[in-house]
Nanobody, 125 residues
Framework: QIDLVESGGGSVHTGDSLRLSCSAS?????MAWFRQTPGKERELVSHISRSGDNTYYVDSVSGRFTISRDNTENTMHLQMNMLKPEDTAVYYCAARSKPRAWTRGPLSRAVFDYWGQGTQVTVSA
């Protein structure tokens, strides 16, 4: 069992920045950030390989968000810049407990074994 705890959410205005963090209780492999708004499915935002050398972003956040990780501290971060109202969502951290080959593209929720409880990000105009 791996526990994931997100932090860093909050309420900001358009154009502001936030940095989300995810702390894992044990070693993880591929990690990701997903987000979900009421009535919609949870969607992938970004994922990162264990080494941190490989990353993927959905088009809507590419160029504004940066994913990173520190394996010495079992943490992952999402730097979110130039936030927009459409970024408003609950953001979830996800992780795999076993290695997998890198996928240059989106990953489904089914790839991930463990999930955090989520942190709310609200962006107002």
């Amino acid at each position: 069992q791996i526990d994931l705890v997100e932090s860093g959410g909050g309420s900001v205005h358009t154009g502001d920045s936030l940095r989300l963090s995810c702390s894992a209780s044990d070693r993880t492999y591929t990690m990701a950030w997903f987000r979900q708004t009421p009535g919609k499915e949870r969607e992938l935002v970004s994922h990162i390989s264990r080494s941190g050398d490989n990353t993927y972003y959905v088009d809507s956040v590419s160029g504004r968000f940066t994913i990173s990780r520190d394996n010495t501290e079992n943490t992952m971060h999402l730097q979110m810049n130039m936030l927009k109202p459409e970024d408003t969502a609950v953001y979830y951290c996800a992780a795999r407990s076993k290695p997998r080959a890198w996928t240059r593209g989106p990953l489904s929720r089914a790839v991930f074994d463990y999930w955090g409880q989520g942190t709310q990000v609200t962006v107002s105009a």
